[in-house]
């Protein structure tokens, strides 16, 4: 959308112009170019014009809007029975023993997640073909598309296909018929007796249909319930840890008994809610298009050369006034913003036919010249000119009479698309400038509430049960609410750990197949051909074929001696030397127990625990997959608590090796690697909904986990270790315990905490509670005199009369 002076150009009005909440709305631009009046102002102007135009025009939904054409009807049936095909085929390679079962998964499990992708697809297709065949003028189609209410998967559940329900993550699951509904066969399969729900809400359900849609539905509202429960304590917590760290004078970030959590906030000491893009404080695009289009175009004289606009901008940047407010990276941006904004202008003046650069001239060059072109009396005389006297006369020095003998059109060509004046550029450097220290941080700002809430809201816009596919064939990783408690909480359990470990030799894919092989726990059960019970007259054992075929076809680096060795030294069994090598493939178990009477039972106790008996890999590495990241080569993912062991396994870097469990992070690799993952992790969470959080808050929140030297869960055990204040304590949770203690220890507390402080009724030491007042007792000032009513006997005479 462009509007230029106050007139609509292009485009349209919609919710995503209006705003939704985000930076990018017409009235944060309002408010950041011009004022909070503006902005209000032209706030109400709308609210009015939508208001009268809604009156007088009207907007309804009738059952017209939802009919389906006869074409969407066809397409529709097209691609369910496409589907339905593709379904049945599956189906049929599982009987017959020909699908490919995905790592880690059975058939059954494949079966499941493939029918699932194909399924989801339909409903996907339907919407898409709603959207192109619906009239513009189709309400449920404008609602839509404009933002105000629903989406596309609305549209085409009311009009094409309602689509597959889906229960915790997965098809409708058998009861205990073995089926889902009675109206079934036992043990199907197919889309419709799991739950596909073929029809439109315009064309009705069928009575199976309904129930599934039901029961899809039940569970929405129980995690909406369950959800809002959970987001409300968790948003309590966070509250209460963060409540009393705010920013001091030094731009250092400390809670109230003045431990530092942060020296600099956010790194930068920038204020989220004052920045202008995405954790930008200016956004060089926007800005430079204001001012140029509020600049005066008339004034010929005063436009730059490329050479000048570069002299310009280095002086600027090395003043005063920038070096002490603003950080060396973001001078860094905006002199590459303006370099390039240089290059440009001299591409267009050679597209045009003019000097590209139009160079200075030779008196007014830096002595320095590779090329050698000046001659060296000119150079030479420019090294003697002070650096105050060459800036005058490169700023005095005309790109007007250089392009003099130029065509008039070509210049004016050139004006038009960029223009860059001595007034436009100081204007934008000006602005910036002003942006930026607008930006910064004020003392006193309570960053820990802010940032509490930041983290919480949007934590109750996320689905309870989430899981998603990671990039990665049957590794289920868990997300939304669930995942960021865990790490909230600093838990040493989690549901889904995951290493994901960069190969040495990413390229290959039977080198990664080796080290998966290494890596990868191995059983018996997964190696072994038989276990066959042999009794003789005088012993009674195990024997073990080993398929030497699937060793090699797996890439195993182990040998027969390394599996007994393994079964000897399994922890539960206590074999001992009781295994021996029969053949080349073979080997057999013997059993000792303790009453020969048992020995019929020890033998079969042994035979059930043999398969699951880990023989190669780590043990803990409970299964892998290999994926192909985008725009780099293979790479493993690990199941399980096996960072160390992954880290120590030959083929994989160690250095690029992350899981997504922080106490491993911080046994193995220390608190800051624990803190970097906690920040991360979270963010990459937000990431899958949408979600977009400043990352100052998340870096707080990261901090104040670890400022301690170690990870600290944001609980009621974790914040007492964060703050020993009793008040603060007592009014979270648990309150008689610690009051009987603090009674009990003699403990003292020195209220200089929020909830201390409104306890006692006295002033939060947070915005402008933060600063104090200092009075000089050194100096010998006498008291002013000041006269009391008392002081005048004739007015004590006067009291003691009225009294009586």
């Known amino acids: 959308m462009i509007i230029r002076n106050s007139e609509l150009l292009c485009g349209c ?179 419709e007796a799991k739950g596909f729900v073929a029809n439109s809400f315009y064309s009705g359900l069928y009575p199976t249909e309904f129930f599934f849609h039901a029961a899809s539905g039940r569970e929405g509202l129980v995690d909406a319930a369950v959800k809002t429960a959970e987001t409300g304590y968790m948003q309590r917590r966070l509250v209460k840890a963060f409540e009393d760290l705010r920013v001091h004078y030094d731009s250092s970030v400390r809670n109230s008994a003045g431990t530092v959590v942060q020296f600099e906030y956010g790194g930068d000491a920038l204020d989220p809610y004052c920045l202008e893009g995405e954790g930008q404080p200016v956004v060089f695009v926007h800005n430079w298009k204001h001012i140029c289009n509020m600049a005066d175009r008339s004034a010929d004289a005063c436009r730059l050369a490329p ?18 407010w603003t950080t060396e990276s973001w001078r860094d941006e905006l002199v590459e913003f303006l370099c390039g904004l240089a290059d440009r202008l001299a591409d267009l003046r050679a597209a045009y036919g003019l000097e590209p650069h139009a160079q200075e001239p030779p008196e007014l060059a830096a002595p320095a010249n590779p090329r050698g072109r000046k001659p060296k009396r000119k150079a030479a005389a420019a090294a003697e000119l002070a650096p105050e006297e060459r800036s005058r006369l490169v700023l005095e020095w005309s790109l007007a009479e250089a392009d003099a003998a130029a065509p008039l059109a070509a210049r004016r060509a050139v004006d038009n698309k960029l223009l860059m004046t001595g007034a436009t550029l100081d204007a934008f450097l000006g602005l910036c400038i002003r942006k930026y220290q607008r930006s910064r941080v004020d003392p006193g700002t309570a960053v820990g509430a802010v940032g509490a809430q930041s983290i919480g809201e949007p934590t ?79 012993s009674c054992y195990l024997s073990v074929k080993i398929d030497l075929d699937v060793i090699s076809r797996l890439q195993l680096e182990v040998t027969l001696p390394d599996i007994c060795t393994a079964i000897a030294n399994a922890p539960k069994l206590k074999i001992g030397n009781n295994v021996q090598l029969q053949g080349p493939s073979r080997l057999n178990v013997y059993v000792s127990p303790k009453d020969p009477r048992q020995l019929y039972y020890t033998l079969q106790t042994l035979k059930r625990a043999l398969p699951s008996v880990v023989v190669h890999g780590a043990p803990v590495a409970m299964r892998s997959a290999i994926s192909k990241d985008r725009g780099s080569g293979y790479c493993l993912s690990v199941e399980g608590y096996s960072l160390r062991e992954a880290m120590n396994t030959e083929g994989v870097d160690g250095r690029h090796t992350v899981t997504n469990h922080i106490m491993d992070n911080l046994r193995y690799l220390g608190i800051e690697a624990a803190r970097a993952m906690t920040i991360r992790e979270l963010s990459s969470i937000f990431g899958e909904y949408g979600i977009k959080i400043d990352m100052r808050h998340l870096m707080l929140l990261g901090d104040l986990m670890s400022y301690k030297g170690e990870i600290l869960g944001i609980t009621r055990y974790g914040i007492a270790k964060m703050n020993d204040s009793v008040m603060m304590l007592a009014s979270f949770e648990k309150t008689t315990d610690h009051l009987f203690d603090a009674a009990a220890f003699g403990k003292r507390d020195m209220v200089h905490g929020v909830s201390e402080r409104i306890i006692m009724g006295q002033q939060m030491p947070v915005g402008t509670g933060v600063f104090k007042l200092l009075m000089d007792y050194d100096r010998h000032v006498p008291p002013t005199p000041r006269r009391l009513l008392f002081d005048e006997p004739s007015s004590v005479a006067t009291a003691v009369a009225a009294g009586a």
């Open 13 to 191: 009005l919609d919710k995503a112009v209006v705003g939704d909440g985000k930076k990018k709305s017409i009235f944060c631009a309002a408010l950041r170019d011009y004022s909070t009046v503006e902005a209000a102002a032209f706030m109400n102007r709308l609210a009015k014009l939508s208001a009268r135009w809604s009156c007088n025009q009207g907007f309804s939904i009738g059952l017209s809007d939802v009919m389906p054409g006869a074409k969407l009807c066809e397409r529709k049936e097209d691609l369910i029975v496409e589907a339905y095909a593709q379904c049945d085929d599956y189906i049929a390679q599982l009987q017959s023993g020909e699908l490919e079962c995905l790592p880690g998964r059975d058939g059954a499990a494949t079966l499941e997640e493939t029918i699932s992708g194909v399924l989801s697809k339909v409903r996907d297709s339907a919407g898409k073909i709603c959207m192109e065949e619906l009239g513009r003028y189709n309400a449920p189609l404008i609602m839509a598309t404009c933002g105000s209410k629903g989406s596309a998967v609305n549209v085409c559940q009311m009009v094409a296909c309602v689509g597959q329900q889906i229960i915790s993550g997965q098809r409708i699951r058998d009861g205990f018929t073995d089926r889902t509904l009675p109206h079934f066969l036992k043990r199907s399969r197919t889309p």
């Open 460 to 538: 109750t816009q996320m689905t309870l049960k989430a899981f998603h596919f990671a990039g990665i064939a049957s590794m289920n990783v868990s997300m939304g609410v669930p995942r960021v408690k865990e790490i909230i909480n600093a838990a040493k359990n989690i549901s889904t750990p995951i290493v994901k470990c960069k190969l040495i030799n990413e390229n290959s894919l039977s080198s990664a197949r080796i080290v998966k092989g290494r890596l990868e726990r191995t059983l018996l059960g997964d190696i072994a051909q038989s276990i066959e019970e042999v009794y003789t007259g005088s």
């Open 307 to 324: 050479f000048q606009v570069r002299h310009i901008v280095d002086r600027a940047v090395q003043s005063p006034r920038f070096v002490k």
